[in-house]
DNA sequence: GCTCAACAGTTAAATAACAAACTAATTTTA
DNA sequence: TAAAATTAGTTTGTTATTTAACTGTTGAGC
């Protein structure tokens, strides 16, 4: 590995910390603006069910990438908010079944926007070649790491 | 923005995610098939005393983007593995000057590797060009977002 | 049918992040 | 120089993540 690369991806690295700190930060600004009281792991789960109304808890954490007792707690979260509700599932006493309530529906036009807005600030002056470039390099690092990881 | 554009955002959120989580699971795996009591936030707080003996606790905190308040807690933790020492500056009574003990500073050598591995899982079959437009794709989107967040 | 492995979810303890309010020290400025 | 603003660090309360051990349920193989 050449000095430079190395410097690069130091800097990779630095960056992308930076970006997903930036986000956080700006959606969270958002939130409080407008006096919504979810964090974005919240809304990451909400996100996740306004999609697909209702589902396991390992379906969603499978689909936003945390474990399930991230998941026990980010659902206690949300159903302290009265966003969510768990109810067994009678098929399989195992899972519990997880649907929003009219509340957390309710939520969804009010943030899609800011979700799109955010979509937008990772588009916006980035040439579609290069996002996809990054995408592709994402691609490769993650693999990289599953490899030498076994 | 276009639909795929859009795809490729929340693509690339997601896969930034997948990345960034393999990477901290990669090293927290080096920690503790050696033994090592770290976690990752506390290698980055020492990755930085390797390079600069001395400093206060802010200045830290920039350089590795925490706040002030994470630093006070990190640096407990460090103080507590007899890594790190804090002292008064007797200069400026308000600064903690931060040093490495000598268990902290001979981590170093043993560590310092891993980090190498890890710059190279970032490197690896990722060409020059790749890596750069990626670097710089994420300087656009933190742009972005500073910008959007006045 | 029983046993055992696999699976879904919970819990507890340790670590971390963020915001807001706070203390104490220093610097600015009026 | 006295008051005000700034700066460094701590503390508190809430939220999130990880690991590991745990409970209960289901299903596969003998």
Chains 1, 2 share one sequence.
């Not at 050449?2 to 958002?30: D, H, P």
């Not at 474990?67 to 009265?82: I, V």
């Amino acid at each position: 590995m050449s000095k430079s690369t190395r410097e690069n991806a130091i800097l990779f690295l630095q960056q992308m910390t930076k970006v997903t700190l930036a986000l956080k930060g700006y959606m969270r600004q958002k939130f409080k603006a407008h006096n919504v009281d979810i964090t974005f792991e919240m809304l990451q789960v909400l996100r996740f069910l306004w999609e697909k109304e209702s589902c396991n808890q390992q379906e969603i954490a499978t689909a936003i990438n945390k474990d399930k007792a991230s998941l026990t707690y980010l659902l206690d979260n949300l159903g302290r908010r009265n966003l969510v509700l768990r109810t067994e599932d009678s098929q399989d006493r195992r899972n519990k079944i997880i649907t929003l309530t009219q509340e957390g529906r309710e939520l969804e036009s009010l943030i899609t926007p800011w979700l799109e807005e955010m979509y937008g600030l990772v588009a916006e002056n980035v040439s579609a070649g290069d996002l996809a470039t990054s995408l592709h390099t994402f691609e490769t690092i993650y693999k990289n790491i599953q490899n030498k990881a076994e």
